[in-house]
């Protein structure tokens, strides 16, 4: 969805477009908040994300082509990694308040997903199942994935492939439920479109939500920002706060609130 310039300029979404994101991130399981962000500080961040990937893979190379060409790293807790636009966004935060509730909360360390050149196409899959598969009837949204483009997503460079609506569809396998691949015969006569976007987009999905990575045929590293956050109550058993005090006295009261939960 577009922003008007007086939300881009505030940094701040209307009411009419937090109600008009939580309908299109319920209904059809994602919601893109096109061109947020400033090109000078998007190039600044891919910078910085670049130098992080080129030390993970300098002599990894089987890694990331056992991977399909698609890689990413975990990004250290500093400057210009807890950039409050990325950890504590004003539009973001008021899209997840109205889809998870005010106590939503998130995890750090957050990463970076990444498709090289030569990248193959990923299978289809969700990030997370449902809670309850045994019941038909899907539950409301409890983990959200937020997305920063650090590159213009294009058919070329393999912008992410997404099955709208089909966070909605209960896993029909003991299959699906454990490995959260889709089968074809389940997806191939489903539609899909690709998250066609310009770099310094936002994306908010409901991570049950069907997509892919597909083939980058450019000769460029293609880039986006990946952070969760989860309704309250809700306790994965992965959950890593990988935060020190040191760390935290970093970060405003609002992101030492947001990223609450540690080990």
Same mark, same amino acid.
């Given at each position: 969805?577009? +922003? ?6 505030? @940094? ?28 000078? #500080? ?7 994300? $670049? ?8 002599? $990894? ?9 698609? *890689? @990413? ?24 308040? %109205?889809? +998870? *509730?005010?106590?939503?909360? *998130? $995890?750090?360390?957050?990463? $970076? ?14 990030? %997370? ?33 997404? #099955? ?7 896993? %029909? ?14 997806? %191939? ?20 939500? #069907?997509?892919? *990575? ?25 959950l890593s706060n990988q935060i020190s005090a040191e760390e935290l006295d970093l970060f405003s009261e609002r992101s030492k609130w947001i990223y609450r939960l540690r080990q």
């Amino acid at each position: 969805m577009k +922003l008007s310039i007086d939300e881009k300029v505030a @940094g701040k979404l209307t009411q009419k477009s937090v109600g008009l994101a939580t309908h299109i991130l319920k209904n059809e399981g994602f919601v893109v908040l096109e061109e947020v962000l400033p090109e000078t #500080w998007v190039n600044t961040l891919r910078s910085a994300v $670049c130098t992080e990937l080129d030390a993970k893979y300098e002599n $990894c190379a089987d890694e990331l082509k056992r991977a399909g060409n698609h *890689g @990413g790293v975990q990004l250290p807790l500093q400057n210009p990694f807890i950039d409050p636009l990325i950890i504590e966004n004003p539009m973001i935060f008021q899209v997840l308040r %109205s889809v +998870l *509730g005010e106590r939503f909360f *998130g $995890c750090l360390p957050y990463g $970076c997903n990444a498709a090289y050149p030569g990248s193959n196409k990923q299978n289809v899959h969700r990030d %997370s199942g449902h809670i309850f598969p045994e019941v038909q009837t899907p539950m409301p949204p409890v983990l959200i994935a937020a997305n920063i483009a650090l590159d213009d997503f294009t058919i070329e460079n393999g912008a992410t492939e997404i #099955w709208p609506a089909s966070h909605t569809r209960v896993d %029909s396998s003991p299959i699906e439920v454990a490995t959260l691949r889709i089968p074809p015969e389940q997806y %191939s006569d489903q539609p899909s479109v690709q998250t066609l976007m310009s770099a310094g987009s936002i994306v908010l999905r409901d991570m049950r939500t #069907w997509h892919r *990575g597909m083939p980058n045929s450019t000769n460029r590293l293609r880039t986006m920002l990946a952070i969760v956050y989860y309704r309250q109550y809700f306790m994965p058993d992965n959950l890593s706060n990988q935060i020190s005090a040191e760390e935290l006295d970093l970060f405003s009261e609002r992101s030492k609130w947001i990223y609450r939960l540690r080990q």
